[in-house]
């Protein structure tokens, strides 16, 4: 079976990038290959995390967000440079599909090491599926905690949480499951007596390397004033069951391990023919166009993207930099192509509740109006105003009520139906 990409444009992959690059093509059309009929707003995930915000409001539909895009909901399994073809894999079976023009925005995943244990006991947090897991086996550790306490068992392990990568999504993710946990201990009353321990490991000397040196430094005296121990310098040796052990020797009891240390564009690009660097991210020329071919073109995290702005060096993996990509590329699809070129307005994280850092044209911003410029930040960048109304909600909702604990670990995984009579 075969069918034409509407308006002649095939896009692989449904993220910000490819997602944004349907919206801004507007009527003239394109065909979106996504494995999900939604577009993640990461940014905000760790809020979603949390149960700050509700999980499907960090999300926006593609259907309502591209209306004049075609959705195949699948994986593009093969792709012929040569015939202008994709392969897409759809629950049914497969087809092809025919382009003019294709876009390649497959996205990243977690980039993950060779560590001993880590794929059998660390948690990954990079997709809503990842966010709303560790947020209910967090609430399950505290469960569990409780009924150990009660049987006089040791519950070192249930308390103690280790997140290994200090980026964006590491520091973010641990503020903000921290917060939901101290909130959560009033429910708790056996537990509020006991260590709640929070570490933080990264190789790197410093935590958020991507920021300014002051801002960073201030979000560790924030982290550290709350508990949370730092280990810079420091590597993941291994984890067990029960255990992590870092690179200065120490073994740390705990059942929660979330790595956090950074992505990778997806292995399927190595299969398309298209010509990658040495990390495997598609290369680009600086009009986006994938090198040695006219009909092809590739953006966002899965891409090395050349910026005029900054000589020598290439894009970051961050939504700031796709949509700006994505508006450069539709620019160049149906008008003349003009070199990519970007000037980085700044950089924004939440440390929990109320605090944030923010460096906006080179100015710093910290505490209270730094969390509220990051927050007003993700709105503006948040497409569809339902959306960004439903967040709206949610954090003026956060600001009276304390957070819901309630752990849903068996959502999506039903009773059978059986008769037990």
Not at 33 to 54: D, K, Q, R, W
């Amino acid at each position: 079976m075969e069918r034409e990409a509407l308006g002649g444009t095939l896009i692989i992959g449904g993220g910000f990038a490819g997602a944004y690059v349907a919206r801004l093509l507007g009527r003239r059309g394109a065909t979106i290959v996504s494995p999900e009929n939604f577009m993640l707003y990461t940014p905000i995930l760790p809020e979603a995390a949390s149960g700050t915000l509700e999980p499907r409001h960090v999300v926006v539909p593609i259907r309502q967000m591209c209306r004049h895009a075609d959705l195949l909901l699948g994986r593009a399994t093969a792709v012929d440079l040569a015939a202008r073809r994709v392969t897409v894999e759809v629950a049914d079976g497969s087809f092809t599909v025919r382009y003019r023009q294709l876009v390649v925005a497959a996205g990243a995943v977690s980039r993950t090491l060779p560590i001993p244990g880590l794929a059998e006991h660390g948690l990954g947090f990079k997709g809503l599926a990842d966010a709303i897991y560790l947020r209910n086996h967090v609430l399950n550790q505290l469960e569990q905690a409780v009924a150990r306490v009660d049987l006089n068992e040791p519950v070192t392990a249930n308390l103690t949480y280790v997140f290994v990568g200090a980026g964006y999504a590491g520091v973010e993710a641990l503020a903000e499951l921290s917060d939901m946990v101290r909130d959560a201990l009033r429910y708790y009353p056996t537990l509020r007596g006991l260590t709640h321990r929070w570490v933080l490991v990264d190789a790197a000397p410093k935590i958020l390397p991507e920021i300014p040196r002051r801002l960073g430094e201030y979000a560790a005296r924030l982290l550290a004033r709350r508990g949370v121990d730092i280990r810079v310098n420091t590597t993941l040796e291994s984890v067990e069951q029960h255990a992590a052990v870092l690179s200065d020797g120490e073994r740390i009891p705990t059942n929660t391990l979330v790595w956090t240390a950074g992505v990778r564009p997806t292995r399927a690009l190595e299969r398309w023919g298209l010509p990658l660097d040495e990390r495997g991210r598609v290369r680009v020329d600086e009009l986006l166009r994938v090198e040695g071919r006219e009909d092809v073109w590739s953006l966002g995290d899965c891409a090395r993207v050349p910026n005029q702005a900054t000589p020598g060096a290439f894009d970051p993996p961050t939504c700031q930099h796709a949509l700006r990509q994505a508006r450069r590329l539709v620019k160049n699809l149906t008008g003349d192509p003009k070199p990519y070129r970007y000037r980085m307005l700044g950089q924004v994280a939440t440390l929990g509740r109320h605090r944030g850092i923010a460096d906006v044209f080179g100015f710093p911003f910290r505490g209270f109006i730094g969390w509220w410029i990051t927050r007003s930040y993700h709105l503006y960048q948040l497409p569809l105003i339902s959306r960004k109304l439903r967040v709206v909600v949610d954090w003026t909702v956060a600001l009276f009520f304390p957070r819901d604990i309630a752990e849903l670990g068996k959502l999506g995984h039903p009773e059978r139906l059986r008769d037990d009579g």
